[in-house]
């Protein structure tokens, strides 16, 4: 199983938070959009234990992969649900190397200030972009507060190098939610995605 | 049969599914544990979806799942049995026979592994099951290696007739992946059971036979995996190589992943391994033959290394490079090759180091999130229940969500399935071998009680173990993802099962006592469990199992919407009161909780103040004597006490809220009838004054003795030729008897106090007179016998009134009576009388009262007893005159009462008489007048009240001449025994402050009756029936005076000492100690003692102190204790940045439960809107 030279897509990516969060269903999201695309994807979630209010984890691996498992310092990618789940896991990203741009993060906080400025500088100095949304805010407003993790994605789509594209995200998530919330996820997603290309543009 | 080729992303137990389906498989069982749970639903999905003729179980435990899809096998089906690798622990009895006598049709067993271990008790590793019971195991790296081994599997298993694992790890069951559907095999096969008996039960014999066909099954097997190279292959072979990787499972996955990382996935040889047992030797033999040296990557044990012969040249687990424990991650495989790669001068690309971020991420100190039980849990509530109601027990359980109980300190134990129920019982025997009694509650989840409880819970009631057994019942396997338990008689895949029920499976097992209790009312919960306890320790008691039934609330969220309850919890005290700080040290001190002592209500309800709860305590521990002399220092008189007094203390007794007041009188009685010697107490030094008392009833017999303890020159005056007023001459003897009277009256005589009798003061000698002798103060006790009524023709023959009657009975003056006799009152004299009444041979004897049987002032037990004895009652009704014939009673008329409604106090007066006039015959009439004292001799100075009665003074009972006092039912007209001794007390206190020239009146308020009576909690307590007193036959009560209350035997005594509750003493039960969640509670020397350092202000120490002896106020608000979180430990509940708590409205179910925790009153219903 040899990886093969015109891969298209070869992400890493960790998705944490506690249990009841919808951690799974991000999963599920980007699994549909890997079935749809036609990219092979593995990946790891936790079951048992662990989702009974406890930290959540999953890793998962777009592209041609033989393990389940994202090794601390690679993945491209970390959505965090959850502030300190976030802290937990900022250890996978992946910093600069080899002329590769560090990793990117997306993490639901309502306070802009919440990063530690040691842990913020280290990740800046290491080519680590860090990305704080309060996206459980937002679901709040659309009377769907269960759907920050929906949120977050949306949000997600409006930067630049996050690899998913905001249309193929969207039909994901309409063929994986359910029918009854599917209207508010889809509005959700759009606003948080206009959220953060609005916030983005004021990125310096 | 061609099916659409389809690619789906999956979870690994799917992709085992499938390959099971894709197998042909016939039957399928499985018993639910992390990570296998996924198999059997996807299995139940693929069935419909292609419908497949697969019969699908959820078996009860391991082993019955085991040797139900083996059998099946036998009949040449196609077989297959899921679980946790534990769960195979449970079927290992099954499996090591099967591996010997073999299969017939294709028999796999999927036993997923959890190195880590994220969800089990270890992290054993399948594989070396599979070597010890000698069958082969197949070593998936990913789902879809796991599907497409699973045909392979089954092949082999039918060619070598021997049962075959196939072992993911749970990076292979929990991993999600793209595979593709391959066709479903259809295998067409017909139940066929071959009679074998020399193979299907073989005797030892010929299991050495089958055990010498296994190993060459074995042989054969590794030879043919030898050449397999699907399953055993080498990549970037070559030559020689400086190191090469032999990988099985996921090792291999990682192994290939970290390699390309490295830039070395052309470079380094790996041999593949994909049947770790028996191990294809010739391959991996030949492939270490090529390398220098050669690492071993494998999940969890050295299975392969130690099948390596020749281990000169090999690394990995038994010479530590690889970390023997916890899950190998590719971090760890990473280095462990980067380390080969520098020793050969390998180049490798450079990877990322983590660690820094690591290290300051650690610096943070970010609280580490552990699993909880769901909000609103029943589990939740029931562990709080077992743990408020045996602080100090020990908690054994088992394997489901509820071990989470050890969060709220409530489980002790978690080992196997099962081992809750036998390791209570071992522990009972063990402690109950040193006879000492701890109270042991294990819990049990309900399936894990179908799985392997009910064994243990047999052995437990046969061999005699007590404890308590709750069953944590909410009707599904919710751990490991909702499956069904036997309870719901739905089964795996819908077809028809039977619903079973705990209940029987109980009583089954011979337990006596079981009961079903609602967690989610956790008071109640409380009382059963205690209840149970005590039956527990009864004689006869074993075994109690509580089913504590509440439906998972994850699983039936609909539940909770019924009645949802929303809480909030209040941050902004009341005005009044500022919110403290958040640490308990720097609570005010008026906040912190302290041990203070209170009077208890039956002592602040003595009119004498006799500490009843001192002498009941020591009756308890035995101690007779000295309780008697407890009672003593406050009443000389507990003989007769326990015999008349109206029982105040008994009124308020906490107990009565409960059950039945403590029987505080007949304890008395019990102690008085005790004693032999006569009592004599010591006496102050002689003083010179002189007191006269006059009369000799309850309050100047009183007064006597408590003014010749303190010296006084004392004469007692009295009109009749004996001592003791009302008690000698107006109280039967059946109530009373002679020697009781006659022994504790002596007491006045042995202490040296002069008696006159025969002598009237007012005839026979004046007020003048008695000062003339020198008798310095002076008290009148002489009660109230004149009779004054207003009913018609009192003064007829054979109408007599209550008193005088009973006076003409003591005196031998009336000593039979005619057979009809009314009594036309209810007081406790008028109930006398009619029961005298009947004993000098009155055949029918009617008693008639204006208002309710509940409104008899008479004492109801003496009621109760009159009825018994053969009194008429007659309510609302009141006599209006008595008939004459010939100047003689001939009967009464009387009419029907009206009454008012109860007045703020209860009581209901006649307001009028209604109906037609009635009669009753009668042939002798007693009457109930009022009595008054007689004061027509003793001179106008003496003020009367316009009741007729002395006029003194309240506060001193000093009269309104000097130095002349008066005590007793001459102040107050008649009332009961035990006021009257309190009056003689109070009046010889004022007569001591008079002789000594003090003021009368100063700080008396110490000496009255105490109003706050302190309360106690009873929620937890259990009724407990109160001593039934032995009385006299009926029948032998008529023959002669005999007195009618009898004493219970010595041990019911104690036993109904013991119910008493200690109000407001602590008596050192430690149920503190155990309470406190801080451990800020010690025990000392001189009495328990609070480190406030320690103390977070939780308040439940004085919440539960059973004898309110902790005092501690609630606030109202929350002061960020933590308690809720801590023993309740429910995830909506979070500390807010000020650290107090809030609601988290996200997860928060409003099942409302937290409002019977916090102990500060801060945690509060919130009304619902509209």
């Given at each position: 199983m040899n990886r093969m030279s015109d891969q298209r897509m070869n992400i890493q990516m960790i998705i944490s938070g506690v249990g009841g969060q919808g951690v799974l269903l991000i999963t599920r999201i980007f699994a549909q959009f890997a079935l749809e695309e036609g990219y092979p994807i593995i990946g790891s979630e936790d079951h048992g234990m662990s989702q009974r209010g406890g930290s959540v984890m999953t890793h998962l691996k777009i592209g041609d992969f033989n393990s389940p498992l994202v090794k601390k310092g690679n993945a491209d990618l970390l959505l965090s649900l959850e502030k300190n789940e976030a802290y937990r896991t900022l250890p996978y990203l992946r910093p600069s190397i080899r002329g590769k741009r560090g990793g990117l993060c997306f993490i639901n906080s309502s306070d802009p200030n919440y990063m530690d400025p040691r842990v913020e500088s280290y990740l800046g100095d290491k080519g680590i972009e860090v990305h704080l949304f309060p996206a459980e805010d937002l679901a709040k407003e659309m009377g769907m507060p269960q759907s920050i993790n929906i949120a977050l994605i949306g949000f997600a789509t409006a930067h630049p190098r996050f690899p998913f594209p905001y249309e193929k995200l969207r039909r994901a998530i309409e063929k994986i939610t359910h029918p009854r919330f599917r209207e508010v996820n889809l509005g959700i997603f759009e606003k948080a995605a206009f959220e953060g290309k609005y916030w983005l543009e004021r990125q310096p | 049969m061609e099916e659409l080729k389809e690619e789906r992303v999956v979870l690994g137990n799917e992709a085992i599914a499938r390959g099971v389906v894709e197998s042909g498989c016939h039957f399928f069982a499985a018993y639910p544990g992390t990570?296998?749970?996924?198999i059997l639903p996807a299995i139940v999905r693929f069935k419909k979806e292609n419908h497949l003729d697969i019969y699908v179980e959820w078996s009860t435990n391991e082993k019955v799942a085991f040797e139900n899809a083996l059998v099946a096998s036998y009949t040449g089906k196609r077989a297959a049995v899921a679980m946790k690798q534990v769960g195979l622990n449970v079927a290992t009895d099954p499996l090591m026979s099967a591996a010997y006598i073999g299969t017939i049709g294709g028999f796999v067993i999927i036993s997923c592994d959890d190195p880590g271990p994220y969800s089990s008790q270890t992290e054993q590793d399948t594989r070396f099951l599979a070597m010890f019971a000698k069958v082969p195991v197949f070593d998936p790296a990913s789902p879809k290696e796991a599907q497409e081994m699973l045909p392979i599997a089954f092949e082999l298993s039918e060619k070598y007739q021997i049962p075959v694992i196939l072992r993911p790890v749970l990076r292979v069951s929990h991993a999600q992946q793209k595979i593709l559907f391959h066709p479903i095999r259809r295998v067409e096969r017909k139940a066929h059971f071959i009679h074998q008996p020399q193979r299907w039960s073989a005797t030892p014999r010929f299991r050495f036979i089958l055990h010498k066909q296994l190993n060459q099954k074995l042989r054969n097997i590794a030879e043919e995996l030898n050449s397999m190279v699907h399953l055993n292959f080498i990549e970037n072979d070559r030559e020689r190589a400086l190191f090469g990787i032999i990988a099985s499972g996921i090792g291999y996955a990682i192994a290939k992943d970290v390699l390309y990382e490295l830039g070395l996935e052309k470079e380094i040889p790996i041999l593949k391994i994909g049947t770790p047992f028996p191990l294809p030797a010739e391959r991996v033999e030949a492939f270490i033959e090529k390398c220098e040296e050669v690492l071993i990557l494998e999940e969890t044990e050295p299975v392969i290394e130690l099948q390596i012969r020749d281990k000169s040249k090999v690394h990995g687990r038994l010479d530590g490079f690889i970390p023997n424990e916890g899950e190998m991650l590719p971090e760890v495989v990473t280095e462990v090759i980067v380390e080969f790669c520098q020793k050969y001068s390998i180049p490798v690309e450079e990877t990322p180091s983590s660690t820094p971020l690591e290290k300051l991420v650690s610096e943070l100190g970010i609280s580490i999130r552990r699993p909880t039980l769901c909000s609103g849990c029943p589990h939740r509530a029931s562990f709080y229940a077992i743990k408020r109601a045996f602080p100090n027990g020990i908690f054994p359980s088992d394997i489901g969500c509820y071990t989470l109980g050890m969060n709220l300190e409530a489980v002790d134990t978690c080992h196997d399935m099962g081992a809750a129920i036998t390791f209570a019982s071992g522990l009972y025997h063990a402690y109950q071998q040193d006879g000492k009694e701890v109270p042991i509650i294990a819990t049990i989840g309900d399936s894990t009680f179908y799985h392997s409880g009910a064994p243990g819970l047999l052995n437990a009631v046969y061999n005699g173990s007590k404890f308590i057994l709750v069953i944590l019942d909410n009707s599904i396997v919710a751990m490991t993802g909702m499956q069904p338990t036997p309870e719901s008689g739905i089964t795996a895949d819908g077809h028809p099962g039977r619903a079973l029920s705990i209940e029987e499976l109980v009583k089954g097992c011979g337990v006596k006592y079981l009961r079903v209790v609602n967690p989610y009312d956790m008071r109640a919960m409380i009382r059963e469990l205690r209840k149970a306890y005590r039956y527990i320790r009864s004689p006869e008691g074993g075994v109690a199992v509580l089913i504590a039934r509440y439906p998972c609330i994850t699983y039936q969220k609909e539940q909770l919407k019924v009645n949802p309850i929303r809480v909030d919890i209040r941050h902004i005290p009341p005005i009044e009161k500022d919110l403290p700080p958040l640490k308990s040290k720097a609570l005010p001190k008026e906040l912190l909780p302290i041990y203070r002592s209170k009077i208890s209500p039956c002592e602040g309800a003595c009119p004498l103040q006799v500490d009843a709860r001192g002498y009941i305590e020591l009756i308890a521990q035995g101690k007779f004597d000295e309780a008697l002399a407890l009672v003593r220092k406050r009443n000389p008189f507990p003989g007769i006490t326990g015999r008349l007094c109206a029982r105040p203390c008994e009124k308020v007794c906490r107990r009565g809220n409960l059950d039945q007041p403590v029987a505080i009188d007949l304890l008395k009685r019990f102690l008085a009838d005790r004693e032999e010697e006569p009592f004599i107490p010591a006496l102050a030094e002689e003083k010179r004054e002189r007191v006269a008392i006059i009369g000799s009833g309850p309050s100047g017999l009183m007064a006597a003795y408590e003014l010749r303890l303190k010296g006084y020159q004392v004469a007692i005056f009295e009109a009749l030729p004996f001592l003791g007023g009302t008690l000698a001459m107006a109280t039967p003897r059946f109530r009373l008897p002679k020697e009781v009277l006659e022994r504790e009256i002596g007491l006045i005589q042995r202490l040296g106090i002069e008696i006159k009798l025969g002598i009237r003061v007012g005839k026979d000698l004046t007020l003048e007179d008695l000062r003339k002798e020198g008798y310095h103060a002076i008290l009148l006790a002489i009660g109230a016998h004149l009779p004054k009524s207003n009913l018609p023709n009192t003064q007829a023959e054979r109408v007599i009134d209550s008193l005088h009657f009973l006076k003409g009975v003591a005196l031998d003056e009336i000593t039979s009576l005619p057979p009809k006799v009314l009594v036309l009152g209810g007081s406790e004299r008028d109930v006398d009388a009619a029961r005298t009444a009947l004993r000098l041979g009155a055949k029918e004897v009617h008693l008639f009262f204006s208002r309710s049987q509940k409104e008899v002032p008479a004492d109801p037990l003496e009621l109760e007893e009159a009825e018994r004895e053969g009194v008429i009652f007659h309510f609302f009704s009141v006599p209006t005159r008595i008939q004459t014939s010939n100047g003689k009673a001939s009967g009464i008329s009387f009419k029907t009462a009206h009454l008012s409604e109860p007045s703020s106090s209860g009581r209901r007066r006649v307001v009028s008489l209604q109906g037609r006039e009635k009669r009753m015959r009668a042939d002798y009439i007693i009457t109930s007048p009022q009595y008054l004292p007689e004061l027509s001799d003793l001179g106008s100075s003496l003020k009367q009240s316009i009741l007729g009665t002395i006029q003194v003074d309240p506060e001193t009972l000093e009269t309104s001449i000097g130095g002349v006092f008066a005590a007793g039912d001459a102040v107050t007209g008649p009332k009961n025994f035990i006021d009257a001794l309190a009056a003689g007390k109070k009046a010889a206190l004022s007569i001591d402050r008079f002789l000594k020239g003090e003021s009368l009146r100063r700080n008396r308020e110490e000496e009255g009756l105490s109003t706050e009576l302190v309360s106690v909690p009873l929620d937890h307590l259990e009724p407990e029936a109160r001593i039934e007193e032995p009385l006299l036959p009926v029948e032998e009560r008529m023959k002669e005076f005999k007195e009618v209350r009898l004493l219970p035997k010595e041990e019911e005594i104690i036993r109904e000492a013991k119910r008493c509750l200690h109000c407001g003493l602590c008596y050192h039960c430690d149920f503190c100690l155990w309470l406190c969640p801080e451990g800020a509670i010690t025990k000392t020397e001189e009495g328990y003692r609070i480190d406030y350092e320690k103390c977070s202000g939780c308040r439940i120490c004085a919440e539960g102190c059973p004898t309110s002896t902790i005092e501690m106020p609630e606030i109202g608000a929350c002061i960020g204790c933590g308690i809720c979180m801590r023993r309740f430990e429910c995830p909506s509940l979070i500390r807010a940045e000020d650290g107090r708590m809030r609601i988290d409205r996200l997860t928060c179910v409003d099942c409302g439960l937290c409002l019977q925790v916090c102990g500060q009153g801060a945690i509060y219903p919130v009304t619902p809107q509209g």
């Open positions: - | 990570p296998s749970s996924e």
